[in-house]
């Protein structure tokens, strides 16, 4: 019983009055950022696989306290020569989720409302009503006649690696020739479509498919693709449904299946980038609020 009474006194003295330093505003600062941190990183682990192993390692540190409590030496011995290797076998297992976050965090708002990494800053809507209008037009034609479609769209992040697994095009985007593109047993309508600005850049591209396990188990591959693409860079990606027809969008990791012209038309023109800056603001591109690229 001796380990506990040692273990009560030191709760005791750690949460004595007595012990708490005096504040001051940048205390209260960095308990704001930690609690930040902290919520972030609990977000993540809930909507990835690390959920699981989140609860694994309470089970551990639970086992950890126990064996420290009751003074078990050759366990607590165990612990501090495994603990460096076991936090390198969790950066290996998760490092695509570690990735992920890590990207998701670069992308945050509240980082790119003070601050642009972008140092040539750009004006003009990134694809005209023409583009949107002849987009929509082949999804809904093609989702009739039961044609699997798949298009993405850039936005800020370089789709290049993306590209590189298709054929160059540098084509108007028409519905004509998205139509013909994915048109069955043509030579380009296995793989998706990459659509930069007024122009399609290349087709029969390859997409990284989406490993999660919250998606519908009915989804084909196209979906998984799509909605792949959408959690590894910002573009937006439309997906028509060979079987049902259905037009589906994928975004930022979250899919909307079955929407209508009137949502995608939506959606498209949130990403135009129509608002144009003056030429002061282009001068003081480097403050978000006054130069930096708006989306």
């Not at 273990?7 to 504040?23: A, T």
């Not at 009751?70 to 969790?90: D, G």
């Not at 850049?201 to 196209?222: F, H, I, Q, W």
Request: glycine share 6%; proline share 2%; net charge neutral.
């Amino acid at each position: 019983m001796t380990g506990i009474a040692n273990f009560v006194g030191y709760l005791e003295k750690f949460i004595s009055f007595d012990s708490i330093p005096r504040m001051v505003t940048t205390d209260y600062v960095e308990i704001l950022i930690i609690a930040f941190l902290i919520y972030e990183v609990l977000v993540w682990i809930k909507n990835t696989k690390a959920w699981s192993l989140l609860r694994g390692i309470v089970v551990i540190v639970l086992f950890i306290l126990v064996a420290y409590v009751f003074q078990m030496n050759t366990i607590i011995w165990l612990v501090r020569n495994a603990l460096n290797v076991a936090i390198m076998a969790v950066v290996v297992i998760f490092q695509p989720e570690l990735r992920k976050a890590l990207d998701i965090l670069g992308r945050k708002n509240i980082f790119r409302s003070f601050i642009s990494f972008n140092v040539s800053p750009s004006s003009g809507e990134r694809f005209s009503d023409k583009t949107v209008n002849e987009i929509i037009k082949a999804c809904y034609e093609m989702g009739r006649a039961r044609t699997g479609a798949l298009i993405v769209l850039a936005q800020n992040d370089a789709l290049d690696e993306y590209e590189r697994t298709g054929i160059d095009l540098d084509s108007i985007v028409t519905s004509q020739l998205l139509i013909n593109i994915f048109e069955h047993n043509t030579p380009l309508h296995d793989g998706a479509v990459i659509i930069r600005g007024d122009r399609i850049v290349s087709a029969t591209c390859y997409l990284p498919l989406s490993d999660n396990m919250e998606l519908s188990k009915e989804l084909g591959t196209r979906h998984r693709a799509g909605v792949g693409i959408s959690e590894v860079t910002d573009s937006l990606t439309l997906i028509v449904s060979e079987e049902t027809g259905r037009v589906s969008i994928a975004y930022e990791g979250e899919l909307f299946r079955a929407v209508d012209a009137e949502f995608v038309r939506t959606r498209m023109t949130k990403l135009q980038n129509k608002v144009r800056k003056t030429p002061e603001e282009r001068r003081l591109f480097f403050w978000k609020g006054k130069g930096g690229d708006r989306s």
